[in-house]
């Protein structure tokens, strides 16, 4: 006897409605980002020299309000780090080179 399989059909599309944001949103979301950047750069900018020689192209995740960083070669492990640490608390990774950045655009 042949073994019957269930035929299952593919959802297309999202599950969520997209979010519409206006302009004035999208303004004040980026100004809310390069405001929490400004506050983590200084602290990278402060140990980034001593650690691109030992710890190049690896990813650091700084918490602001601590001052407190974490180190690790993958963005998950850092970035699990920083939540277990600070788990109520908003960080941001860098990368350890020259730019602070992973690639170019």
């Known amino acids: 006897m ?3 399989k269930p035929t299952r059909t593919a959802r297309r599309g999202r599950i969520f409605p ?6 004035e ?3 004040q979301r980026e100004a809310r980002r390069e405001k929490f950047y400004q506050r983590c750069k200084p602290i990278f900018d402060k140990v980034k020299s001593e650690l691109i020689e030992t710890h190049y192209n690896w990813y650091i995740a700084v918490e602001p309000d601590s001052g407190e960083y974490f180190i690790d070669k993958d ?3 850092v970035s699990l780090q920083c939540r277990e640490k ?3 608390k908003i960080h941001y990774a860098f990368r350890i080179n ?3 950045v992973c690639g170019t655009i």
């Open 18 to 23: 997209e979010i519409q944001w206006t302009e």
């Open 86 to 88: 600070h788990p109520s």
């Open 2 to 4: 042949a073994e019957v």
């Open 75 to 77: 963005l998950e492990v």
């Open 25 to 27: 949103q999208k303004a």
């Open 98 to 100: 020259e730019t602070g």
